[in-house]
């Protein structure tokens, strides 16, 4: 969803990009008071100072031996590396009924690289003597209110997050391009409705030609917020399309690995033992039904659940994909600490192959139950798994979240179990009689299991400038019989960990 700069930065990009910034702001500010524009500057500098062993992507729980072992070819499974990323931002304001909004990202980069030569990637750049546009678009909205109404209009590049009340939202958690409605109904009740355009179909040249007939994704959303003294609760749903030829577009990031199974787009089925894969042309009707809610009647004490069902519609069953997701937390805040428990289910694939997935769908989700390793982590900028989506898994997590006996200075401790729900047949007819592309890091299966701990500390160096050390092994028992390589050997695996010393300045 990015959209990257055509020049190249030179040595002072970040001082020409203020000034250009900042001689924009004037410009518009310097007009007639009936259209004067009010320019506010906004942003967030991350580094994250990130060391790890067995945390490698799709390669994850592997040492070298491991791998080598598992695939025949060498790997380093550890790594330190350091990471930075700036989000600069501008608001536009010319009345509370009018303005606009645009952030920059520059990174995420690593000091000393990669440098890929072309230059155009955001984590290129950071080598010695390189300079890479890595500088790219990640918001730029228009808010306006319709007039002699209470109704509010965003359209353009903006954040999108569905309702969540345990573990961040499973679904989407991420930017995108669409437009959204807010209005308030009752004093207690406010209802959302958006229009989001997922994936659209890439052009091939400047004709105006295009690689595929039809590979638009549009989902529709109507989210409600009902909220009183001491509960709330947020209902929503989510309908869309997605073109025949989706899958195949290379700019549809998770999008299709979200709303499809492994096999995407191809009808699966069986022929003497043989696995046949041919192309299904339909397109693919998408929907989510959710509901959020929080009980603090008994406070300190707070419960809450998210749940939602969703699935996918298509010509063939083997290209189709249902399932579910609950989640449940009960904190008590004390007054130096909270403890609280996180529990959550997903439902996974079964042991047959051509009956599509039982997976839930996601589309970019933030999923962050308490095992930063595996899952989301703190700030998204160290190395992690980084799976944002529970689909296949079910797990707990005990924690004792801001300890504190010193002003400025908080900890975080968490002890979370997590383990699969798919069939442990899967991963042996998707790698190795399909041809795809599963791993633990991605898919675990009922035999496979992980213990995580976890501990943050933070402490507020200024206001605005926090610093965050992150802690994190994961005790790993994944049933190497499950995951045969090609050659029919059981694989081996190894415990993962990872140390982050992050510093954030928000401004």
């Known amino acids: 969803m990015q959209r990257e700069f055509k020049k190249t930065v030179g040595r002072y990009s970040m001082k020409k990009l203020l000034t250009l910034m900042l001689a924009a702001g004037m410009t518009l500010a310097a007009t007639n008071g009936a259209s004067a524009v009010d320019v506010k500057i906004s942003g967030v500098y991350d580094f994250s100072f990130s060391g790890s062993s067995g945390i490698n ?139 989001m355009r997922a994936v659209s179909d890439p052009l091939k040249n400047a004709y105006g030609e295009y690689d595929y007939d039809d590979a638009d994704v549009d989902l529709f959303g109507l989210v409600g917020d009902l909220k009183y003294d001491y509960f709330r609760l947020s209902p929503w749903g989510m309908i869309g399309r997605g073109g025949r030829d989706f899958d195949s577009v290379s700019n549809a990031g998770s999008t299709s690995s979200g709303l499809l199974p492994f096999n995407g787009m191809n009808k699966l089925s069986w022929d003497n033992g043989t696995l046949v894969a041919t192309p299904d042309g339909s397109d693919s009707t998408v929907w989510f039904a959710g509901i959020g809610g929080e009980l603090t009647l ?109 002003d400025d200075l908080s900890h975080d401790l968490r002890v979370s179990y997590f383990s699969g729900t798919n069939s442990s047949n899967m991963p042996n007819i998707i790698n190795n009689v399909y041809g795809g592309s599963v791993s633990p890091a991605d898919y675990l299966t009922t035999k496979d299991h992980v213990v995580e701990l976890d501990f943050d500390t933070s402490y507020q160096i200024y206001k605005n400038f926090v610093s965050v050390l992150e802690l994190s092994y994961a005790f790993q028992d994944i049933d190497g019989s499950v995951w045969k390589n090609a050659e029919g050997q059981n694989s081996d695996f190894s415990n993962a960990w990872r140390a982050a010393l992050n510093f954030r300045y928000k401004f």
């Open 298 to 406: 008994f406070d300190p004490l707070r419960l809450a659940l998210d749940f939602y069902y969703s699935g996918t519609k298509n010509d063939n069953a083997s290209t189709e994909r249902e399932g579910w997701y609950v989640a449940a937390l009960a904190e008590y805040r004390l007054p130096w600490f909270v403890p609280a428990v996180k529990g959550w289910y997903a439902s996974g694939d079964d042991s047959k192959v051509t009956n599509g997935s039982e997976q839930p769908l996601y589309l970019s989700g933030g999923f962050k139950p308490g095992a930063s390793s595996y899952f989301k982590g703190r700030f998204n900028i160290a190395n992690t798994i980084d799976n944002g989506s529970a689909a296949g898994t079910w797990g707990i997590s005990a924690q004792l979240n801001k300890i504190s006996f010193i």
């Open 57 to 195: 992507g799709t390669n994850s729980f592997m040492d070298s031996f491991d791998y080598r072992h598992n695939t025949g070819r060498e790997m380093n499974a550890h790594h330190f590396d350091v990471y930075q990323r700036l989000r600069l931002g501008m608001d536009f304001t010319m009345s509370e009924q009018l303005s606009a909004f645009y952030q920059a990202q520059v990174g995420i980069f690593t000091w000393g690289g990669p440098y890929k030569g072309a230059g155009k990637l955001e984590n290129d750049g950071g080598a010695l003597g390189t300079r890479a546009t890595n500088i790219s678009t990640r918001l730029a909205y228009l808010d306006w209110m319709i007039p002699q109404t209470d109704v509010h209009i965003r359209m353009g590049q903006q954040e999108m997050l569905l309702p969540n009340y345990v573990a961040g939202s499973p679904v989407l958690d991420d930017t995108a391009t669409g437009v959204m409605l807010s209005a308030p109904l009752t004093d207690t009740l406010s209802a959302n409705a958006f229009w």
